[in-house]
């Protein structure tokens, strides 16, 4: 096997096992390692095993001398649409497309290595982002979406430091590759039989650093930030169906069967978090944190046809109109015994979405409250296996958005939220 062609298949044989459904606002997954019973509260503070490389890389200073960690997170979102005097042409008496929500696995996988008492290196892999919606067709919003589906798979070398007893710093660079795939109907004149399907992926680079303090043996506090990547994304456009050439040139589509290439340019966020892990007594652990994603770095965007005689012109653009966001989590240990600790926590996250009329039907998202529960059991002192339940209460959506040429798409998204459940292995050695 060619070099070329294993660079190929790399990213995706990991996306294959890396899919994901967001389990945070946006489509953002920050499920990345220990702490679902938290509702990963502390998270660049708490530093208890691998995967703090994540949160925050100066967390490894506090680990054994050699650690390992891997788990997985299953999500399943509930989105139920219930139309409201949609106008939205030959889709008008179609359905409203069931539940869109789809299981999504992620895992997630950390190596941590001290080289002396003070100077640590570790590795990292998972998924930051992924979302997929899938409609039952054919409903009102296929000409806005029936699928979508987004995914990431993550490398991320670290080193961190450790200056004084008090006193860690930790950074590292992330390899990121992104792929999605788009899929909906075209409203041609009177008719709705066009299929369109758009491809993209790219790979891309970014950064991360943190540093944590320990003022006592007690109390740790975290700060980290991620930076933000920026990819310029190329792949395929898909038309298949029914309609005369001119139709479907005016659509954004060469011809039926045929396919164009495209491209777009996407930021996706950037990420900061300080958190807080204060032991109250022998038994009680407090936990706290706030976090900051850039979602604003996602506005309108573009896709452009880059081949063929349309090369350069627009063929569609998603209007997201992205803010940034906050979240809030608070999350309590009780230490049972010297083998079993119990965990609670309770987060609110708020979404990037700004109102009904920037909603989109390929992410109807809104803001969410998390209510968590989980175990951490330590079979000996190598060891440690956690397992956590979560549920998200996601507030119910209107969405109110029109697409030039494919009608306005009125209605709310009833009865949503997310269940997560997850497990995690670690071993010192």
């Not at 895992?107 to 640590?120: F, T």
């Not at 190329?234 to 164009?260: C, E, F, M, P």
């Amino acid at each position: 096997m060619s070099h070329k062609l294993s660079m190929k298949l790399l990213p995706a044989l990991l996306l294959a096992g890396f899919s994901g459904t967001a389990a945070a606002a946006g489509f953002s997954l920050f499920s990345q390692g220990s702490g679902l019973g938290n509702a990963y509260a502390g998270s660049a503070a708490k530093s208890s095993d691998a995967s703090t490389i994540f949160y925050n890389p100066a967390g490894m200073t506090q680990l054994q001398a050699r650690e390992v960690s891997g788990g997985l997170a299953l999500a399943r979102p509930i989105f139920k649409f219930e139309n409201d005097n949609s106008q939205v042409g030959a889709f008008n008496a179609a359905g409203d497309g069931g539940d869109a929500g789809q299981w999504g696995a992620v895992p997630n996988g950390a190596l941590s290595w001290a080289l002396n008492k003070d100077l640590y290196i570790g590795i990292a892999i998972g998924a930051p982002f992924g979302q997929k919606t899938e409609y039952d067709i054919p409903w009102k919003g296929s000409a806005q979406s029936n699928e979508f589906d987004i995914k990431t798979v993550n490398i991320n070398p670290s080193i961190a430091y450790r200056v004084n007893e008090m006193f860690s710093i930790g950074a590292g660079f992330s390899w990121q590759h992104l792929s999605a795939d788009y899929y909906k109907r075209l409203t041609i004149g009177a008719t709705a039989g066009v299929k369109d399907h758009l491809t993209l992926s790219d790979d891309g680079w970014g950064w991360n650093i943190g540093v944590l303090f320990t003022p006592s043996p007690s109390t740790k506090v975290g700060l980290s930030y991620r930076s933000s990547i920026q990819y310029h994304t190329d792949g395929k456009n898909y038309v298949t169906g029914t309609g005369g050439i001119s139709d479907l040139l005016a659509a954004g589509a060469i011809r039926a069967g045929v396919q164009s290439k495209a491209k777009a340019d996407i930021e996706l966020p950037s990420l900061a978090i300080l958190s807080v892990a204060q032991k109250l007594s022998d038994k009680w652990e407090l936990l706290g944190d706030i976090s900051w994603m850039g979602w604003s770095s996602i506005e309108q965007v573009p896709i452009y046809h880059s081949s063929g005689a349309r090369n350069g012109q627009l063929l569609l653009t998603l209007p997201a109109e992205f803010q940034d966001t906050f979240r809030f989590a608070l999350g309590t240990n009780y230490t049972y015994s010297d083998s079993l600790t119990f965990q609670f926590g309770l987060a609110y996250d708020n979404s990037p979405v700004k109102n009904a009329e920037t909603r989109l039907s390929a992410m109807p998202d809104n803001d969410r409250i998390w209510i968590a529960f989980g175990s951490k059991w330590k079979p000996d002192r190598t060891q440690t296996i956690e397992a956590g339940l979560m549920y998200e209460y996601i507030k119910d959506a209107k969405i109110n958005h029109t697409e030039v040429g494919q009608g306005t798409l009125n209605g709310d998204y009833n009865s949503s939220g997310v269940w997560v459940f997850g497990g995690q292995y670690s071993l010192s050695f």
